[in-house]
């Protein structure tokens, strides 16, 4: 339960962002006529990644232990593989996305003068980006930041939407098999 609302959480602020960063781009490339704020909108969902982590315990458990291989079911223990897989994936694009905002192109922005996660910017509660004075967000420093930035974005979104799949999928076998 606690999982599947977490999953439930992270993939609705995964859609947000790949909405955002998706639409910043379409924005910035088509040349399309918005306001600074409303673009300042978009970008700030290139700084962003959707944060899951499961509450695995009685799993892992059963694992550690040996009892998971009590379960005869072909089908759950495929499911199990397929929620343990996507998870994987997703731990990967969460690394891809670090190295992203700590070592790639979001630093780049910062060498510019572009504050992510500004104390001033939380304390007026406006925008999670401070922009130096006269940075274009049209710029191609700009879109170099978010286009990595979206994929990876899009890439977990998909590896959260795989692990519900196989969550609920693994859930109704469990059911099935308990006669529930």
């Known amino acids: 339960m606690v999982t599947r609302e977490g999953l439930d959480r992270a993939i609705g602020q995964?859609?947000?962002l790949v909405e955002r960063t998706g639409g910043f781009l379409d924005v910035v490339r088509g040349g399309?006529?918005?306001s600074r704020d409303s673009l300042l909108y978009l970008f700030e969902g290139v700084g962003d990644a959707a944060f899951f982590e499961p509450t695995l315990a009685s799993y892992r458990t059963?694992?550690?232990?040996?009892a998971i291989e009590l379960v005869r079911s072909p089908l759950l223990i495929a499911r199990l593989s397929d929620f343990d897989f996507a998870l994987g994936l997703y731990k990967l694009h969460l690394s891809v996305s670090a190295e992203q905002y700590y070592l790639g192109p979001l630093q780049d922005l910062r060498r510019e003068g572009v504050a992510f996660d500004?104390?001033?910017a939380q304390a007026t509660g406006v925008s999670d980006i401070v922009l130096p004075p006269g940075f274009d967000?049209?710029?191609v420093s700009a879109l170099?930041?978010?286009e990595p930035m979206y994929?990876?974005?899009r890439n977990m979104l998909e590896n959260l939407q795989a692990m519900r799949a196989a969550a609920a999928s693994a859930v109704g076998e469990l059911d099935q098999l308990l006669g529930e």
């Open 14 to 16: 995964g859609e947000s």
């Open 32 to 34: 399309e006529e918005i």
């Open 62 to 66: 059963a694992v550690a232990t040996g």
């Open 118 to 120: 500004s104390p001033m």
């Open 137 to 139: 967000l049209r710029d």
């Open 144 to 146: 170099a930041a978010a």
């Open 151 to 153: 994929t990876v974005q």
